[in-house]
């Protein structure tokens, strides 16, 4: 990649990510609907398969689902310096905005007004976050093995007291025989 067209996607990412990671609020699974629109519909660097992938292994991986995928894009687009610009433009406004909460949290912690809108923004997160799980059912459980598959797995976990790393650790092999 040429220099100039490399400073482009940097800045590119840099923008992108910047603007998902100050505009959503609620953390990682709240991020994903901005992450579908500004990778997919805005942007074209990822088609709604490869996302989901992202997704999945974000997932799967220690750390928050939206911070690794915010480092695998920047990776596919611009290398390691791209993983890094998109992983730090992505947590620099979460990280300021938690440092002033936590500085202040004891004197407005009890404030009604603040409880009120924390009420608020756990709805809408909630609201964001039953999206991103209707978006990437649809795109994933398109085949009846892999919606009991499914629906096994979440009773287990729910009801049954299964540890979740089990699924996550034999997901993989069960998928293998879901491919065409």
């Known amino acids: 990649m040429e220099a100039r067209n490399r400073i482009t996607v940097l800045k590119e990412l840099a923008k992108a990510f910047f603007a998902i990671g100050t505009f959503s609020v609620g953390g990682g699974y709240a991020m994903l609907p901005l992450l579908e629109r500004e990778?997919?519909?805005?942007?074209?660097?990822?088609?709604?398969?490869?996302?989901?992938?992202?997704?999945?292994?974000g997932q799967s991986t220690p750390g928050i689902i939206a911070i690794n995928t915010a480092t695998m894009v920047g990776y596919t687009q611009a290398g390691i310096l791209g993983s890094l610009v998109a992983t730090g433009a992505m947590i620099v406004v979460p990280t300021i905005i938690i440092m002033?909460?936590?500085?202040?949290?004891?004197?407005?912690?009890?404030?009604?007004?603040?409880?009120?809108?924390?009420?608020?923004?756990?709805?809408?997160?909630?609201?964001?976050?039953?999206?991103?799980?209707?978006?990437m059912g649809r795109a994933?459980?398109?085949?009846?093995?892999?919606?009991?598959?499914?629906?096994?797995?979440?009773?287990?976990?729910?009801f049954g007291g299964l540890n979740p790393i089990i699924p996550i650790v034999l997901a993989p092999f069960f998928a293998l025989g879901l491919k065409d």
């Open 39 to 57: 990778l997919i519909e805005k942007r074209g660097w990822l088609d709604e398969p490869t996302l989901l992938d992202y997704f999945a292994i």
């Open 140 to 158: 994933t459980l398109q085949k009846p093995l892999a919606v009991i598959f499914m629906l096994g797995v979440f009773g287990a976990i729910a």
């Open 100 to 135: 002033v909460i936590a500085t202040f949290f004891t004197q407005f912690a009890s404030n009604i007004i603040i409880i009120k809108a924390f009420a608020g923004i756990r709805v809408m997160v909630v609201v964001l976050i039953a999206n991103s799980l209707m978006k």
